[in-house]
């Protein structure tokens, strides 16, 4: 069974290994934290380098957004970051899903242009309420989080969480 829900920054749509696919009603509120402002302001107004990363790893954590945290992720239970590499096929420009073209349009959001499937769960992972974008396979810094409108339990085994293409969306001008 499909059933989308509207988000403030996009569709989610969660899909479990167990056979049936899943939504989640919630909304977003996304936004980039402390280090990525701090990075953006640096490399456009004090010329230092961004040092983007040439390869992303979306992690789910059982808090909300802060600015100054990295996030708390499960731990165990086959929990690993997804690593998406930085490119114009991975992600979308701003002028429309699935993209694959610089960035030319006026919303400011881009989304996955493919699927970002976690490894099933072996064991509970607990109740994830947000997604961010860290830098590194473990630990490294957070740039972007969104929080998850109610929080999604990963109860046991044999849980997969998906965010199939276009799903997983952030917008820069918000």
């Known amino acids: ?3 989308p829900s509207f988000l403030r920054l996009g569709l989610l749509l969660w899909s479990f ?3 049936a696919i899943c939504a989640i009603p919630a909304a977003f509120a996304g936004a980039l934290n402390d280090y990525a402002e701090n990075k953006v302001v640096d490399a ?3 010329a230092q380098s961004i040092g983007a990363p ?3 790893y979306i992690g789910v954590t059982t808090d909300t957004c802060s ?4 996030g708390t992720e499960p731990s165990g239970g086959s929990y690993a970051r997804v690593a998406v590499t930085a490119g114009l096929t991975q992600w979308s420009g701003t002028q429309s899903a699935g993209s694959t073209t610089a960035s030319s349009g006026t919303g400011g959001t881009v ?3 493919a699927a970002i499937t976690f490894p099933t769960s072996s064991a ?3 109740n994830l309420q947000a997604v961010r974008w860290y830098d590194a396979s473990s630990a490294g810094n957070s740039w972007i989080c969104l929080n998850l409108g ?3 339990n990963v109860s046991g085994a044999g849980i997969t969480v998906n965010f199939p293409a276009g799903q997983l969306q952030f917008q820069i001008d918000n």
């Open 1 to 3: 069974m499909t059933s």
């Open 17 to 19: 290994a167990i056979a």
């Open 44 to 46: 456009l107004l004090r």
């Open 54 to 56: 040439a390869t992303w």
């Open 67 to 70: 600015d100054s945290s990295a």
């Open 111 to 113: 989304s996955n242009n």
């Open 124 to 126: 509970a992972w607990g």
């Open 150 to 152: 109610s929080a999604f």
